[in-house]
């Protein structure tokens, strides 16, 4: 069976720093592979899809980047973390024609 | 224009009654898969159903139900015999096949049930 994987769980970062976050896929291979951000009591946003190593599309501009450098690992970055940058952050993976799985999350608090 | 439009911020229920969470939909692709999804306070996003544009019967998945009526598209997801845990948040996606990678997530529902 398949599993996804998310760390870390929380985090709190001061303003300026950078970020990493890991999410993992296992079970399943070639997934397309998404980053989403949820704002307390919100919908979901998504920040960034990938259907193969190296091929990122990007939703909405700003200060976050995102990588694909194995086929079931993808990583959100920024190297300077705003204070808006605050939220739920989701990874999901899918096949081409099913529905979405979803990771943990990660709490992430800017202060 | 909002691709999915969930109008209910807030929902209450009784305990063991049915309950209606609404969700409509905008697309002029005629191939599309709609979805819910539960979020409860732990913040990981469940599965429960989901329904394609081109099936004839409308999806159940236990106690979950989806209200397909193309026409209107609207897609509602119908909780029979709610239960404590499924107060949560809901919420309602869709997927185009022109451009399947993406998927469209609306504002979501917040249901309580009572006891």
């Known amino acids: 069976s398949q599993t996804i994987h998310q760390w870390p769980a929380t985090l709190v970062q001061p303003v300026g720093s950078p970020l990493s976050l890991e999410c993992t896929v296992e079970?399943?291979?070639?997934?397309?592979l998404y980053w989403y951000r949820q704002a307390a009591g919100r919908g979901l946003q998504l920040l960034f899809y990938?259907?193969?190593?190296?091929?990122i599309s990007s939703e909405v501009p700003q200060n976050l980047s995102a990588s694909r450098p194995q086929d079931r690992q993808f990583i959100l970055s920024s190297k300077k973390l705003l204070l808006s940058d605050s939220g739920f952050y989701l990874c999901?993976?899918?096949?081409?024609?099913?529905?979405?799985?979803f990771g943990p999350g990660t709490r992430l608090t800017v202060t | 224009a909002q691709k999915i439009t969930q109008t209910q911020p807030g929902m209450f229920v009784q305990e063991k009654e049915a309950v209606t969470l609404d969700c409509t939909y905008d697309?002029?692709?005629?191939?599309?898969?709609l979805f819910w999804y539960k979020q409860p306070s732990s913040g990981e996003m469940i599965f429960l159903i989901y329904?394609?544009?081109?099936?004839?019967q409308n999806a159940t998945e236990g106690r979950y139900s989806l209200n397909f009526q193309k026409a209107r598209k609207s897609a509602n997801l119908v909780i029979s015999a709610s239960q404590l845990g499924d107060s949560a948040m809901y919420f309602c996606?869709?997927?185009?096949?022109?451009?399947?990678?993406?998927?469209?997530f609306g504002s979501g529902t917040k249901l309580n049930v009572k006891p």
């Open positions: 996606a869709m997927r185009e096949l022109r451009d399947f990678n993406k998927f469209y």
């Open positions: 329904q394609g544009s081109y099936d004839q």
């Open positions: 990938s259907v193969g190593i190296g091929q």
């Open positions: 697309t002029s692709d005629p191939s599309y898969g």
């Open positions: 079970g399943t291979s070639n997934p397309n």
């Open positions: 999901a993976w899918s096949k081409q024609t099913y529905e979405q799985y």
